[in-house]
């Protein structure tokens, strides 16, 4: 399992990347995407659509099961990765550039880990 060094990490496994004021990327981490499994579907919300912290905003579906992806901030959907939905494999391939969604606007955020407080907390859950 591997985890980027400027990322921040929720304990419901997605990563967060600051890309700009009060703006940020969310997706699943590498742990997350082999623990379910190879994806074939993803269902992603739209661009304007509200998130908000720990409340699901996404499901995959993988050969195992359909999970839940869950916002680690609160705010407004900016940008959405239409890609994953054509080619939800990706987030296998690399979870790490296969964002889901980038939010603006974000008001309020769950308490995210760095990259060595998640890896320990994987290990703890594994």
Not at 46 to 63: H, I
Not at 93 to 102: L, N, R, V
Request: proline content about 3%; aromatic content about 8%; overall charge negative.
């Amino acid at each position: 399992m591997s985890n980027l060094e400027n990322l921040k990490y929720s304990k419901s496994h997605e990563w967060v990347e600051e890309t700009g004021e009060n703006t940020v990327k969310i997706g699943l981490t590498d742990f997350a995407q082999h623990e379910l499994g190879d994806l074939v579907f993803a269902n992603l919300p739209e661009v304007g659509d509200d998130v908000t912290v720990e409340e699901a905003f996404a499901d995959v579906e993988s050969v195992k099961a359909v999970s839940d992806v869950f916002s680690p901030v609160t705010g407004v959907v900016s940008a959405v990765n239409e890609e994953l939905m054509d080619n939800p494999q990706k987030i296998n391939e690399d979870p790490y550039g296969a964002w889901f969604i980038e939010v603006k606007e974000v008001s309020d955020r769950e308490e995210l880990l760095d990259s060595e407080a998640y890896k320990k907390f994987c290990e703890e859950e594994a």
